[in-house]
């Protein structure tokens, strides 16, 4: 069983996303961040170096999530080329929201 661990964050691009998305880059975490815009700043982080056996890994996918149908093909589809074998638990963090309009 692999020690990695898979976040799926949402609303990652900035604010309280982007804290979480900080805490979470940590060496044996994959991190796939689905936001409507990359944060080079976190994708910096992500690049700094480490121990060199620690492993981080990032993925940022610009993806607006009012579409929820392309979002979740998207997802489905990259979920099934993954081996399972490689992730000892998956988590998925919303924190993508939304305030309507006050009528």
Known sequence: MSANHL????GASRGMGLAIAQQLLQPGH????LSRQINVDLAAQAEAPTQPQARKRLLQWSQDLSNGAAACKRLADWL???DPSTYASATLINNAG????IG
Request: with cysteine.
């Open 80 to 82: 099934a080329a993954q």
């Open 7 to 10: 976040y799926i964050l949402t």
């Open 30 to 33: 994959t991190l796939l961040c």
């Open 98 to 101: 939304v305030i309507p309009r």
